[in-house]
């Protein structure tokens, strides 16, 4: 079998967001979120998606994001387990409201402050360097109902407040940070990206993008923050990246593929790495007669703001076409789109492409020129526990291997790659779907979508699997 050489000091590792492992939803003076208003189950994703969801906690409902699996408390037996599998790295967020709990207080939490510096300890006792996310799908949810989310300008002060306070506390504990979660998933499930429910056609434009703005703006504060009080750290951004391809060689539908690839793909990267709106963009706004408010100084800051390398998430391609009338749509693929007719689908229908992965990496590289991080991956799947006690997860063990064996092939491109994080290295709260059967983890945690279970840790047989790759540094697959 053909082996794959992967950079010295590659940063292997796993991905978690806090609101979908820690719990502890109100300890530590921590103050709601998002997260924390989604009921668990398939009602979640259609709430993603429609409009007129009011941001309230129905007693009626199950809440999975309250409890997550406790990694609050557990995070020591955690990080233990990922040690073993010998992390490199840990992809984790902190949650913005355990320092703001409402988001515009003047002064941080300290019990917030010093629940991340016990984890940033343990991972550095354990020999892992901690990758953190900012903001992942976490927006106080005093900043949602009070200001409208990131539509209002005002949000962007609060934020910059939360980074400095981040900064400068973890200045000597973290040096890879990465600013919004999936920036560009704002526009398929707004709620989670921009801290907004769009409730008319109109929200579609000009208060989506006038959302967008402020997360730029807020962002290249963040990466010139972070380079100020933490010199050496590396600050990317993080993109939801999912290749579009044509649905034939007809012109008309590579051309639409490419305008759904631009939009989707690559406006927000393209702010964000090249500090500046993109053509294609300005037109758009001019067609639509969007007018942005962009206060003086902004375009400044975006060009001056820009970051050190491209973090991205990569689960699936989409395929498209002009016209889908005669043709299934691709159920499922969260990002749309019709029916690839070579490619699998998971169970929640996310249609399977290991070499979409290779094209990603190489697409982004040639546009970019900056290093990239492949910062989730992974497969969702149903689990069984065995009579034994024994997780046989070959399933994600293949899906992995061959996203990786094709993030070998992009290497011998000649991408360069800071390092590879799957999703969900331990199982957690699903974000679109609540649900905690869709599993992703090396570590099987005793948690289901009825809330019931003992919360123990078990070792999947991809756990071992996952080991081996790191230890052999991916030659051994
Ligand atoms: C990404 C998010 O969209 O995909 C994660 O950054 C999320 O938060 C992951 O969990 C997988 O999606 P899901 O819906 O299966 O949890």
Redo the contacts with the bound molecule.
């Keep these: 079998m053909k082996t794959y050489q992967f950079p010295e000091g590659f940063l292997w590792g796993g991905a978690t ?1 806090a609101n ?1 492992i820690e719990g502890g939803f109100h300890e530590g003076n921590k103050g709601l979120n998002i997260a924390d208003v989604l009921p668990g189950g398939k009602e979640r994703l259609s709430i993603l998606q429609s409009p007129g969801f009011n941001f309230e906690i129905d007693p009626e409902k199950d809440y999975p994001n309250h409890e997550a699996i406790d990694f609050y408390h557990r995070y020591k037996e955690d990080i233990a387990l990922f040690a073993e599998m010998g992390f490199k790295v840990f992809r984790m967020s902190i949650a913005w409201t355990r320092i703001f709990p409402n988001g515009n207080e003047l002064e941080a939490n300290e019990e917030g402050l010093a629940f991340y510096d016990r984890v940033f300890d343990e991972l550095h006792k354990n020999g892992i360097e901690p990758v953190v996310t900012i903001s ?2 976490e927006m106080p949810l005093n900043l949602v109902k009070e200001y409208g989310g990131w539509r209002n300008r005002k949000v962007v002060t609060f934020f910059e407040r939360y980074v400095n306070a981040i900064f400068h506390r973890y200045k000597n504990k973290v040096k890879y940070w990465m600013t919004f ?2 920036i560009n ?1 704002g526009f398929i499930m707004p709620i989670q990206g921009l801290g907004f429910a769009i409730q008319t056609e109109e929200d579609k434009y000009k208060p989506t993008f006038q959302a967008f703005h402020h997360q730029f703006v807020a962002s290249a504060i963040a990466v010139k923050a972070c380079h100020d009080i933490i010199p050496g750290a590396q600050i990317g951004c993080m993109i ?1 990246y999912a290749p579009v391809y044509s649905y034939d060689s007809n012109p008309e539908n590579v051309m639409y593929a490419l305008q759904e690839e631009r939009m989707f793909n690559y406006f927000c990267a393209d702010v964000q790495v090249r500090g500046e709106y993109p053509a294609f963009i300005k037109c758009y706004f001019d067609e639509l007669k969007i007018e942005l408010d962009i206060q003086e100084g902004d375009l400044e800051l975006i060009k001056e703001g820009t970051v050190d390398y491209v973090g991205f ?1 990569y ?1 699936m391609s989409r395929t498209e076409k002009k016209e889908k009338t005669d043709i299934e749509n691709s159920e499922g693929n969260l990002i749309g789109g019709v029916k690839n007719p070579f490619l699998k689908a998971s169970d ?1 229908g996310w249609e399977i492409d290991p070499e979409g992965l290779r094209i990603s990496l190489n697409q982004l590289f040639d546009r970019y020129q900056v290093p990239l991080f492949v910062v ?1 991956n992974g497969l ?1 799947a149903y689990d069984k526990v065995e009579e034994d006690g024994s997780i046989n997860d070959d399933y994600r063990i293949d899906f992995l291997r061959n996203h990786i064996k094709a993030i070998g092939e992009a290497i011998e491109d000649g991408v360069e790659l800071m390092g590879y994080t799957s ?2 290295c331990i199982d957690l709260v ?4 609540g649900e905690f059967s ?1 599993r992703y983890g090396f570590i099987y945690v005793d948690k289901h979508d009825d809330g019931s279970g003992t919360l123990a840790r078990k070792k999947k047989k991809s756990f071992f699997w996952y080991k081996d790759v790191i230890a052999t540094n991916g030659e051994r697959l």
């Design positions: 967001a979908q992942h799908y979660n999936e998933s939801l998430s689960y929640w989730e969702g999703w969900g699903s974000a679109s779907s869709k």
